[in-house]
């Protein structure tokens, strides 16, 4: 084989062996018994055979659990979503068919589910405790509410004989956790103290009013909420004999991970600074002039933003899920896999 016919070779490889490249991970082959019980649950869902084609075209929301037809055609980029109803309801997921086909192996479309909209965590209510009198220092806001925990992503089960060029990519991530709540305002500083009255005598001033007391200053606010923690990657299992299976696994990109935490919340803002006391009152006739009020404190200083240490992203992001492969013979596909259970 000359040098033109080597990259040749190479080049008409590339489409077959780029979702093998991007596989997040290795599949764990079922043993005997395993693949068996599965057989059983697909044959227990009692889908008959059909002669139907499907063709799944932009972004089709399959309100079912069991996706069944003689050949499935993912036209390019195309988008087949389990919606929310079907995972809610079942533990597994199908896509059964004879032959699925791609018609673009650069955008060869994808299986995945419906994911639930995510509100941020509701903010911290209210305000932190005002600072005593007089002057005292406001009290730092509470820590934000953590987000809600990310949804873990369902089963699937895909059972078929083959599969030409590259396959969908499979979407079994785990869900984002939520963003966590703003954290709560700090309380105001207290009023300053009230100035010293003049005093007099029968003759003079012995001293005139004092200036108010400055107020307190503002307290901190709280701290932003945890995001909410990741949920788990789903679990993919690929049926199909024995001879077919190692081929159609390097042409599938399995997408299993775990979810990440959810963005941290906002810091709660610095509560205002305490109003300054009043002066204190003149004394006629000697001493004239009332005192002037104090300075107004200090506003507090707004809350950090929750931000994810090494350690924490650790332990929010979601499991990862689990890649399964099953070979079964060609009579038991065709028969409890494609003919839906029947002993014909």
């Not at 000359?2 to 043993?31: C, D, E, G, V």
């Not at 055609?73 to 979503?81: H, Q, S």
Request: charge should be neutral; glycine fraction near 22%.
């Amino acid at each position: 084989m000359n040098t033109f016919q080597i990259l040749r070779t190479l080049i008409i490889s590339l489409p077959l062996l780029w979702p093998a490249i991007a596989q997040t991970q290795m599949p764990k082959q079922l043993a005997p018994a395993d693949a068996a019980s599965i057989l059983h649950d697909i044959r227990q869902a009692d889908y008959p055979p059909t002669e139907n084609d499907e063709v799944v075209e932009g972004t089709r929301l399959f309100n079912g659990w069991f996706f069944k037809a003689r050949k499935i055609t993912f036209k390019k980029g195309a988008t087949l979503v389990f919606s929310k109803q079907a995972w809610s309801n079942r533990g597994v997921l199908y896509v059964v068919a004879q032959q699925i086909i791609s018609e673009d192996s650069n955008q060869p479309g994808s299986i995945t589910w419906e994911r639930s909209s995510q509100a941020p965590a509701v903010a911290s209510s209210g305000q932190a405790a005002t600072g005593s009198y007089p002057g005292g220092n406001g009290a730092p806001g509470a820590i934000g509410l953590t987000g809600v925990s990310g949804e873990g992503a369902p089963s699937l089960t895909i059972a078929v004989l083959s599969m030409p060029d590259s396959g969908p990519k499979i979407d079994l991530q785990g869900q984002q956790g939520g963003q966590g709540g703003q954290g709560q305002k700090g309380g105001s500083g207290g009023t300053g103290s009230q100035g010293e009255s003049a005093s007099q005598n029968a003759f003079n001033c012995n001293h005139g009013a004092g200036n108010g007391g400055t107020g307190g200053t503002g307290g901190v606010g709280g701290g932003g909420g945890q995001g909410g923690r990741g949920g788990s990657g789903g679990t993919f299992t690929l049926v199909s004999t024995a001879q077919n299976l190692s081929g159609l696994m390097a042409r599938f990109r399995v997408l299993l991970s775990g979810g990440q935490p959810g963005n941290g919340g906002t810091g709660g803002q610095g509560g205002e600074g305490g109003p300054g006391g009043p002066g204190g009152q003149q004394q006629l006739p000697y001493c004239r002039g009332d005192g002037s009020p104090g300075a107004p404190g200090s506003r507090g200083s707004d809350g950090a933003s929750w931000t994810a240490a090494a350690n924490d992203l650790n332990q929010l992001k979601g499991r990862d899920g689990d890649f399964l492969s099953a070979a079964v013979g060609n009579d038991d596909f065709m028969r409890y896999v494609w003919g839906g259970g029947s002993q014909q």
